[in-house]
C-alpha cells in the first residue's frame, strides 16, 4: 500500500478518463461521460489533499459548476458536451489525476475511493 499502484492499472484508469474528456470536448458524450469527469474531479482533490498533486479547492470549485452546466446541457437538450474553456479546465485536472496514478502510494488512491463512495452514499462532504 505505500508504492503506486502497478503501472498497467493507473493506465487503464486513466484511458477512461481521456476518453470521457475527449467524447465530451467532441460534443458527443454521455451522461456516463460526464459522470466520470465527475468522479474524477472528486477524486483528484481527495488525492491532493492527502498530499499528492496540485489540484487547488478554487480549481475544483470552477470545474464542478463547469459540469454541473453540462450536466444541466445534457438533460434539456440531449447533448452531452463541454465548452472549450470547460475541457481544458478538465484536461488539466486530468494531468494532475494521470500524476496521482503514477506517484501517490496505493493507500492515498484507496482512500480517495472509499471517500468518494461515501460521497456518493450521501455523506456530507468534509474538507480537511
Do not use: C, N
Not at 466520470?36 to 498530499?51: C, D, K, N, P, V
Not at 481544458?88 to 484507496?110: C, G, H, K, M, N
Amino acid at each position: 500500500m505505500l508504492l503506486p499502484m502497478p503501472r498497467a492499472t493507473a493506465d487503464e484508469l486513466a484511458l477512461r478518463v481521456h476518453l470521457a474528456l475527449a467524447t465530451m470536448r467532441a460534443g458527443v458524450g454521455s451522461v456516463r461521460d460526464a459522470q466520470t469527469l465527475t468522479q474524477t474531479m472528486i477524486l483528484t482533490g481527495f488525492i491532493a489533499e492527502a498530499g499528492y498533486g496540485a489540484a487547488t479547492y478554487e480549481q475544483l470549485v470552477v470545474a464542478e459548476a463547469a459540469i454541473s452546466a453540462a450536466f444541466d446541457r445534457g438533460r434539456d437538450t440531449g447533448k452531452w458536451r463541454l465548452d472549450e474553456r470547460a475541457a481544458s479546465l478538465f484536461a488539466e485536472i486530468i494531468t494532475t489525476y494521470d500524476e496521482q496514478l503514477r506517484q501517490a502510494p496505493l493507500w492515498a488512491v484507496a482512500e480517495a475511493s472509499e471517500r468518494l463512495d461515501r460521497f456518493q452514499a450521501g455523506e456530507a462532504y468534509r474538507r480537511t
